[in-house]
């Protein structure tokens, strides 16, 4: 991450990025010297919810019912895409680990999910519905994001999925 000579203005940011949310919040984290879980937050507060990162499996378990998703891992080096449906995973020798007939495989460390921030937005003209998993740092884990139909539409029964899951965790969260 580049660091700016002067620390980031986050009021401007939040300007901006409320007239244009539809940016690459990476480049705008990059920029300003923030971490990404930081940018995304400066968003207007309609747009994102935050729940601690302790709900990390109760979040994974609820995917593995969705269907054929986008899981994103985005870094400065790489922007990974990879579409099917989560598949079941349990905890095990220090990682989250996700086994089932998917080409979405691996082993996640969720003791490392500090926060877990339900995101809508727009991004390259469209609508953007996605689950993103933080670490300590502020750092992208991964990205999860609702499937698109063959017209490009979002998947309305994952929306669905994704409101009511958000509401239950943020509630949830709210009473602990």
């Known amino acids: 991450m580049s660091q700016s000579s002067a620390p980031a203005d986050l009021d401007a940011i939040r300007r901006e990025l409320a007239e244009n949310p539809g940016g690459v919040l990476e480049s705008t984290a990059s920029q300003h010297g923030l971490s990404?879980?930081?940018?995304?937050?400066?968003?207007?507060?309609?747009?994102?919810?935050?729940?601690?990162?302790?709900?990390?499996?109760?979040?994974?378990?609820?995917?593995?019912?969705?269907?054929?998703?986008?899981?994103?891992?985005?870094?400065?080096d790489i922007i990974l895409e990879v579409e099917g449906p989560v598949p079941p995973g349990k905890l095990g020798h220090g990682f989250y680990n996700l086994h089932g007939d998917s080409p979405i495989g691996g082993h996640l460390r969720a003791d490392n999910c500090k926060a877990i921030v339900f995101l809508r937005r727009p991004f390259m003209g469209k609508e953007s519905v996605s689950i993103q998993f933080f670490n300590a740092e502020g750092?992208?884990?991964?990205?999860?994001?609702?499937?698109?139909?063959?017209?490009?539409?979002?998947?309305?029964?994952?929306?669905?999925?994704?409101?009511?899951?958000?509401?239950?965790?943020?509630?949830?969260?709210e009473a602990a």
């Open 139 to 173: 750092g992208s884990m991964f990205k999860v994001f609702v499937g698109r139909d063959e017209n490009r539409a979002l998947k309305p029964e994952q929306v669905e999925r994704f409101e009511a899951l958000k509401a239950r965790l943020t509630q949830k969260a």
């Open 36 to 76: 990404l879980q930081a940018v995304v937050e400066l968003l207007p507060q309609e747009m994102w919810a935050r729940v601690p990162g302790d709900l990390f499996v109760e979040v994974m378990q609820d995917l593995t019912e969705w269907g054929d998703v986008t899981v994103i891992a985005h870094t400065r």
